[in-house]
C-alpha cells in the first residue's frame, strides 16, 4: 500500500506566524536583572534621571541578544525624545517570533533616586499586534484585582461596592481590605470614599505596575490598585494580569481639551471601560520583573564584595507559570564578558 502525501501544507499552516517560545522567559529575565543591576548602583543617590539612563542602556545591550523579532510599542517615548528603546524600535536579535515589546526599565525613578521601596525593571512580550496602543492618551483611570475578585470588580461601579465586593470574594472584612492608591492631587476625591468604606490605604508615591502587580499577588498585603495612572503601565500590568488570573479594567484620562481632542480624533470612546483583553489580547503574554530596591513584591539588588544578588518573578500566560527566580551574580564575570558596567554609578 502506497501512502499519499500532499505536496504543499495547507495555506493556514503554511503562513502561521512563530509563536514565541517558552523559553524566551528565561532568556527575558537576563535582561530585567542587567537593568535591575545597572540601576542598583544608583539607589540613593537623588538621581533619577542617572538611574534609568543606566537601566535603559543595560536593558538595550541585553535585549538584543534574545531570540525573538521586537518592535517596542510601549517604550521611553517617541525617537526624537528617546534615543534608546524608543516606541518603534526594533529589538532582539531578528531570528525569533514577532513579538511586541513593552519595557519599563525602571518603574520607580523617584522610588530608586530616593532608595524607597518596590522600585523594579520590568519587561513584557506579547504576540504582534496584540498590545493596545497609548499614544492619544497618556493617562488612564485604573481598576487592578487578583484572581479572586476577578469576576466581581467593575470600575464603573461605586468605590464602596468593589471594596465590599473584594472583601467578600477574599473572605475578608471590608476593614481589613488594602488599597494601593498613588500619591497624588488628583485622588482626594478617591481616599475620601476609600476611607468612608472602611478601607485601608497604602500609598506609593511612584511606580504602578508593582502596585498592580501587589494588588493581584497573595502574600503582599494589597487588595486592589484604584486611581489613575499611565497608560503604558496600564498595558504593562494588563500583560501580568493575563499571566497571573488577575484583571485590569481602565478607562482613558485626557488630561486637558487638547488630549480630549487627540483621542477623539483617534477614534477613542473615552467611556469605554477596557479589558484586560483589550489592553493585551494575546494568550502568549510573558512578563518579567526583576526588584531594584526591597518592597513587598520582591528583593531588590543587594552588593557584596565580589557578587550581587538579584530576586525576579518570571510568568507566561500560556502555561499560568510563575516563578520567582533568585540569583547571585558574580562581579568578576560580569566585568569579563558585559558591555554594561555594573561595578559603580557612572
Known sequence: ???????????????????????????????????????????????????????????RTLV???????????????????????????????????????????DGTTLTAKGMNNAVAVLAVADRGTMFDPSA????????????????????????????????????????????VLDRPRHQGLVREIREAGARIKYISDGDVAGAIMAAR????????MGIGGTPEGIIAACAMKCMGGVIQGRLWP??????????????????????????????????ATGITDGELLRGVHYRQETATTSSLVMRSKSGTIRQIDSTHKLSKLRAYSAIDFDRAN
Open 137 to 180: 492618551v497618556f493617562y488612564m483611570d485604573k481598576l487592578v484585582a487578583g484572581p479572586e475578585a476577578a469576576d466581581f470588580v467593575d470600575i464603573t461601579a461605586p468605590t464602596a461596592v468593589n471594596i465590599r465586593r473584594v472583601a467578600k470574594a477574599k473572605g475578608i472584612a471590608v476593614e481589613d481590605v488594602t488599597v494601593v
Open 1 to 59: 500500500m502506497t501512502t499519499q502525501y500532499p505536496h504543499h501544507l495547507p495555506s493556514a499552516l503554511e503562513v502561521a506566524p512563530e509563536a514565541p517560545d517558552r523559553n524566551l522567559a528565561l532568556e527575558l529575565v537576563r535582561v530585567t536583572e542587567a537593568a535591575a543591576l545597572a540601576a542598583g548602583r544608583w539607589v540613593g543617590r537623588g538621581d533619577k534621571n542617572g538611574a534609568d539612563g543606566a537601566a535603559v542602556r543595560a536593558m
Open 64 to 106: 538584543s541578544t534574545v531570540s525573538m523579532n521586537g518592535v517596542v510599542v510601549i517604550g521611553e517615548g517617541e525617537k526624537d525624545e528617546a534615543p534608546m528603546l524608543y516606541n518603534g524600535e526594533r529589538v532582539g536579535d531578528g531570528t525569533g517570533a514577532e513579538c511586541d515589546v513593552a519595557v519599563d526599565p525602571v
Open 218 to 225: 497573595e502574600g503582599t498585603g494589597v487588595d486592589l490598585l
Open 255 to 288: 488630561k486637558d481639551d487638547a488630549e480630549r481632542q487627540k483621542a477623539l480624533d483617534a477614534g477613542h470612546d473615552l467611556d469605554r471601560v477596557l479589558s484586560t483583553d483589550d489592553l493585551v489580547s494575546g494568550e502568549n503574554v510573558f512578563f518579567v
